[in-house]
């Protein structure tokens, strides 16, 4: 157990609805990663937030929003979903944001729009 | 952008070594992770390689080479459990590999 939370662990929606996945860091990490793996494309960086800041974006899609809260844990906000977004999503959380931090990963959100 | 590149796959025999190789652009470098994924699970850290050379760490050894963009990770003494993907990350806008996926046969 890595002492990372995220919920739903299995989410089945459709095409042009909107998902909310929440994550809650392990205890004391303030950096919080978002990741989406999908078959094809590996693991693909989302975005990053440090302390309720943004702090790093990657290929996000502009349906695609986060925010990370006062009480740290982070939400990832899908909308106007299509099928190519099915795909495992997984938040990260590390201690602080400096080099070398290695990340802990939660069991991830497996996302299915049918 | 930060093209790491990864074989897709690899097969060994249990026992074994297995070297997985990894390749990735120099500009902006901070270091390089190596991070283990079964099947349906979530990835773990193995290793980070920040100086060039090799870091050993049981039966698994991460090698760097920060002048050639080049990293590997080394499975020695393979068991069935070591069946999984492996993860080349670097820690310049935390960018992973596709993975490679090491099958490791009786």
């Known amino acids: 157990d890595s002492g990372v939370t995220q919920t739903p662990k299995h989410l089945i929606t459709a095409t042009g609805q909107r998902v909310t996945l929440r994550c809650s860091p392990r205890s004391g990490d303030l950096s919080v990663y978002w990741y989406q ?3 094809d494309q590996g693991l693909q960086f989302l975005i990053h937030y440090y302390n ?37 999503y997984f938040c990260a959380s590390s201690v602080a944001t400096g080099g070398g931090e290695k990340l802990f990963f939660g069991s991830g959100t497996q996302l299915s729009v049918l | 952008g930060q093209n790491i590149d990864q074989p897709t796959e690899m097969t060994a025999t249990e026992g074994a070594i297995v070297q997985i ?61 070591d069946s999984a993907s492996y993860l080349c990350a670097n820690d310049y806008k935390l960018s992973f590999g596709a993975g490679t996926t090491v099958t490791v046969r009786a």
Not at chain 1, 65 to 77: G, K, T, V
Not at chain 2, 38 to 56: C, I, K, Q, R
Not at chain 2, 63 to 80: A, D
């Open chain 2, 21 to 81: 190789n990894c390749t990735y652009q120099t500009s902006g470098f901070n270091g390089l992770f190596w991070y283990q994924q079964h099947a349906g699970e979530a990835p773990t850290f193995l290793s980070y390689n920040v100086l060039d050379g090799l870091e050993e760490k049981g039966r698994f050894s991460s090698f760097l080479s920060r002048s050639k963009g080049y990293s590997y990770l080394l499975l020695k003494e393979l068991q069935m459990k």
């Open chain 1, 52 to 88: 309720g800041e943004e702090r790093a974006k990657g290929n996000i899609l502009e349906r695609f929003s986060a925010q990370q809260f006062p009480d740290l844990h982070s939400e990832l906000n899908l909308s106007s979903l299509e099928l190519g977004d099915s795909a495992l």
């Open chain 1, 37 to 39: 793996q999908s078959l």
